[in-house]
């Protein structure tokens, strides 16, 4: 069976700081797919990043950074130097082949001025 | 940009009341999926459909149905409204791609918070 398990229900930060949220998977599957999506308070999800499970590099996109581990299956995500605006849930999802996205029970993260 | 509009932001509905909850996406996208989110739970597979006229259970069906008549509408229909459907509910759209890089993101909508009474 396919889970995705977001340990932190919330987490709150001081702007600056940089924080953490962490994803743990479990599939059976050798191909997969892990992403992750921000839901702003206004409530549409918004796509972040999607890793394929051959690819373990971590990447880096500005202010956003993921670390993927096969080894630990983890696809965990950090944020520099945090802002107000990245106050917002969280969620990790994946999926193998058929486009239908498995999500965790999200984190949420408020940033404080 | 893809657009994925759900009907309505916010609906409130009596009990025993057949409530429908309407998905548009402009992209020609051969997927749609409904998703409810509720606190603690995340969100959750209600129903998905690869095209038109064709429909698969997610993980949590009962009380809900589906209907896809035209590639770009997929409308979720609460047969008979109770309280335990009280919740956000979410539509997602994504197109089915190539066989290699077939799992692209998802789109989704703004979601429609139904409050059933």
């Known amino acids: 069976a396919q889970k995705v398990t977001q340990a932190q229900t919330e987490i709150s930060v001081v702007e600056k700081e940089d924080v953490t949220l962490d994803c743990v998977y479990e599939t059976r599957d050798t191909t997969y797919y892990l992403f992750w999506y921000k839901q702003p308070p206004s409530g549409e999800l918004v796509f972040l990043i999607r890793r394929n499970s051959f690819d373990e590099q971590n990447e880096i996109s500005g202010r956003y950074s993921w670390n993927f581990q096969k080894s630990t299956s983890s696809f965990n995500f950090t944020i520099t130097a945090s802002q107000v605006v990245d106050s917002a849930v969280y969620f990790c999802?994946?999926?193998?082949?058929?486009?239908?996205?498995?999500f965790g029970t999200g984190t949420r993260l408020q940033v404080f001025p | 940009d893809v657009k994925v509009t759900q009907s309505s932001r916010y609906l409130v509905k009596r009990t025993g009341e057949k409530v429908f909850l309407e998905c548009v996406q402009d992209?020609?996208?051969?997927?749609m999926f409904w998703y409810r989110q509720d606190p603690g739970l995340g969100l959750r597979l209600i129903y998905f459909?690869?095209?038109?006229?064709?429909?698969e259970k997610g993980d949590i069906p009962e009380g809900y149905s589906v209907s896809r008549e035209k590639k770009e509408r997929f409308s979720l229909i609460l047969e008979s409204a109770s309280t335990n459907q009280t919740s956000m509910y979410l539509c997602a759209s994504v197109t089915r791609g190539n066989p290699v890089m077939m799992n692209t993101e998802a789109f989704f909508g703004q979601g429609t918070r139904l409050t059933v009474v």
């Open positions: 992209m020609d996208h051969e997927n």
């Open positions: 999802a994946l999926t193998h082949n058929t486009d239908k996205l498995i």
């Open positions: 459909s690869y095209d038109v006229k064709m429909k």
